[in-house]
């Protein structure tokens, strides 16, 4: 889905009374029984190899779009005026919040290798082919008054790919890493686009050379590291808020509410400070995930976990629906003013670009990753890596952008579970079960306790042929060995002693009686 044709509602109130204009309670009406049937449809087609609930709310938006321009007699298809600051304000926080907050932490930092190496290498790669070739073919096509900023954007915008039909056929438990590096990559490449389409609009890059290049570097890197420390920052502190004035014991509805308000502050500073708001607010429902909602009443984590889930299911189907609603805008087209040829021409183009993006960076990230996996049941093989799909010329952009989504989804998305099926799971080997996919924590520790470890006690492992304690490991030759492993076993002993201690988390749980596990406690 792009980027900046997906936004939000502007509620009107009559100039005369204040009831609600009649308008807006019927188009309000319209999207609420809409995504009722979203809700209906997807159910029944759940086991549907062709469809999925993403197609299900584009083509339902597309038929209310037909509809809504047949009563209109051809003027309109929208019932609804959006903007696009609203989207970034109200749609998407819950969505990204969400995907941070139910992301299974163990599989998404043991797969952050690879899910980096495609969400910001593979982006940026996508970003500069995508670039390139509009700035090269446009010309040709007839498309002469885009500039290289205008480029640039387009490239930055279409480099952010949409994994929702992906997941949607995928099981976390059949194919947990593959899932896990789609739904990863899929997060961190969204926010990695945003980032630079962010960088090139506050850089003046009318001229390019190796300063702007290096410019536009350090705002991204900068972007990056200071929108995710933020949101980290946020996490943490609701974590010590919640663990210290203990809301429970009074009301679980302020607990939950704080929990909201604060991932949503998170967002909202991060956009005054002119920072990724995607980031922050991710990085924010990791921590919060894993520090504040130990903190809180067994009912309010029970609500937590359904609430942000149902609200970005609303927000994320919403979005769909209006994208297909959208598609029919005819002041859209109409203002383009382009040719039926000069669309198909600019929309194969763009969508050519997005295939070779695309696969430009997949195949060869692909084997380089193979390269340093040290057993096969890291490595990606070969069938997985298909797994994953105001001037007129501004508006000719705008329409184009639609016909690519729009194809996209449906095509892509309506074929992607029956790919998998044909070429990955019937032919999938046997699974290797997550504990022997790389060294577990215990073997891990055995190996930081050869010849002692001050902090587990004096027992040391000994040869069995020479009786002589084996020489232990340095920590500099296990992190290359086995670099998350390792990663891994010390930032669990640094979380254990130092910040579940101060921050709260699993084992710090505090009793409040009255709630389930308290009467529990109290019968036991």
């Keep these: 889905m792009g980027i900046s044709d997906s936004i939000p509602v502007h509620f009107s109130l009559s100039s005369t009374s204040s009831i609600l204009d009649v308008s807006t309670v019927v188009a309000i009406t319209v999207f609420v029984a809409l995504l009722c049937a979203c809700i ?65 932490k163990k599989q998404f930092f043991k797969n952050i290798s690879i899910i980096l190496m495609f969400g910001i290498f593979g982006t940026i790669i996508s970003f500069c082919l995508i670039s390139l070739g509009v700035g090269l073919l446009f010309k040709r096509i007839g498309v002469t008054t885009l500039d290289i900023k205008d480029y640039l954007a387009i490239g930055a915008i279409l480099s952010a790919t949409d994994s929702v039909c992906t997941l949607q056929v995928l099981n976390q438990d059949d194919t947990p890493f593959l899932y896990s590096a789609i739904f990863g990559e899929g997060v961190v490449n969204d926010a990695t ?5 962010n960088s090139v609009q506050s850089l ?9 290049a290096l410019k536009l570097l350090g705002t991204f890197l900068y972007l990056f590291f200071s929108s995710t420390a933020l949101g980290i920052a946020v996490g943490l502190l609701s974590a010590f808020g919640i663990k210290t004035l203990y809301f429970g014991r009074h009301s679980t509805d302020r607990e939950v509410a704080i929990m909201m308000l604060l991932a949503y502050l998170s967002y909202m500073v991060a956009e005054l400070l002119n920072l ?53 805008d005819v002041d859209k087209w109409t203002a383009s003013e382009a040719s039926p040829l000069t669309s198909v021409a600019v929309s194969s183009t763009l969508f050519g670009l997005v295939l070779v993006g695309r696969a430009a960076f997949v195949y060869p990230l692909v084997n ?47 074929v992607t579970k029956p790919l998998i099926e044909a070429v990955l799971l019937r032919n999938a080997k046997p699974t290797v079960s997550d504990a022997t996919d790389s060294p577990s924590l215990e073997d891990l520790r ?43 076993y010390f930032w669990r002993k640094f979380d254990d002693r130092f910040m579940r201690p101060v921050f709260g988390g699993r084992g710090f749980v505090p009793f409040v009686p009255g709630s389930p596990t308290g009467a529990a406690d109290e019968t036991s």
């Design 40 to 104: 209906v449809i997807g159910h029944l087609i759940e086991e549907n190899r062709w469809a999925n609930e993403s197609i299900t709310a584009l083509l339902l938006g597309l038929v209310a779009g037909l509809v809504v321009l047949l009563i209109s007699k051809g003027h309109s298809s929208q019932i609804l005026t959006f903007s696009e600051e609203l989207f970034f304000i109200y749609l998407l926080p819950p969505i990204i919040f969400n995907a941070g907050f139910q992301v299974k």
């Design 193 to 197: 686009s945003i980032v630079l389409f």
């Design 204 to 212: 003046n890059i009318s001229n390019i050379d190796t300063l702007v």
């Design 276 to 328: 990724s708001g995607i980031l922050t607010v991710f990085f924010c429902g990791i921590v919060m995930s894993h520090y504040t909602w130990h903190n809180v009443t067994e009912s309010s984590r029970v609500t937590t976990k359904h609430g942000f889930a149902t609200i970005s299911f609303i927000c994320e189907t919403f979005i769909f629906l209006y994208v297909g609603m959208d598609a029919l």
């Design 368 to 414: 380089i990753f193979n390269c340093f996996a040290k057993k096969d049941s890291d490595k990606i093989i070969f069938k997985q890596q298909f797994s994953d799909d105001s001037s007129s010329e501004s508006a000719l952009m705008i329409t184009s952008t639609i016909i690519v989504v729009l194809f996209s989804t449906v095509v892509f998305g309506s």
């Design 446 to 488: 055995l190996l930081f306790l050869e010849n002692g470890d001050p902090d587990e006690g004096s027992n040391q492992p000994v040869d069995e042929g020479s009786n002589q304690p084996v020489r232990k490991r340095s920590s500099l030759r296990l992190l290359m060995a086995n670099p998350t492993s390792t990663a891994h």
